[in-house]
């Protein structure tokens, strides 16, 4: 039923946003040289290995340039990008990932597959499912650059500050999965667009990481 729900609203989704989704591609070409999509390597379900669809929101070749994470100040980002990313909109192109089976509407977050290599006994069980376009601590985490904006290492920021956390709640995700948990997901997110500083009330104990920026004068 999970897969019905995703190819019926991911293909829904993509064929009324095309003219939209068109437009974005437009503009990233004509702002900066290079490809419309950025297409990195996640893992996904059981570990395995796809390639993810992203709008790009980085000068080319960005990976070479800097670390995996990305602070709000990161130079590699275009104007353009900074945009996308604050709106969530360069997320959108994963619906074709959705609709490939790669990835679900709702399920944690895909992470890259050198950092899945170190995964403990535990975090592994999060391969379990699949891997979504929101879950809980994409609510929770609605804007991580801002949050790493002003530290000088913002991997070794993600690592302290925003990793534990995002990890309990993924966990949490795979222990309550349900169609009616990921009901409850999307439109929360939806609304969490809306209202930046808002929660839910599931999340009711974890501290917004709009609070926290004191990460900044932390010696990352």
Do not use: H
Not at 73 to 85: F, M, Q, S, V, Y
Not at 181 to 205: A, H, N, R
């Amino acid at each position: 039923m999970k897969r019905c729900v995703d190819l019926v609203v991911s293909v829904a989704a993509l064929v009324l946003l095309a003219p939209f989704l068109a437009a974005i591609a437009y503009r990233i070409r004509c702002e900066s040289p290079g490809p419309v999509f950025y297409r990195g390597r996640r893992a996904g379900r059981g570990g395995r290995a796809f390639r993810i669809y992203k709008f790009r929101t980085m000068v080319v070749d960005a990976e070479l340039l800097g670390g995996p994470t990305t602070a709000g100040d990161d130079p590699r980002l275009t104007p353009l990008g900074k945009l996308l990313r604050r709106c969530k909109l360069d997320e959108l192109p994963q619906l074709i990932n959705v609709v490939q089976g790669e990835m679900s509407l709702v399920g944690p977050r895909p992470e890259v597959v050198e950092k899945v290599a170190r995964y403990s006994r535990e975090e592994k069980r999060i391969l379990n499912v699949p891997p979504g376009i929101t879950d809980w601590a994409s609510i929770w985490n609605a804007d991580e650059g801002t949050v790493l904006a002003g530290c000088r290492d913002a991997d070794q920021a993600y690592e302290q500050i925003i990793r534990p956390t995002k990890i309990r709640l993924q966990l949490m995700y795979c222990e309550q999965s349900s169609l009616w948990v990921d009901s409850k997901i999307l439109f929360y997110t939806l609304l969490k667009l809306c209202k930046k500083d808002w929660l839910p009330p599931e999340l009711d104990g974890f501290e917004p990481l709009a609070t926290a920026n004191w990460a900044r004068a932390q010696p990352w």
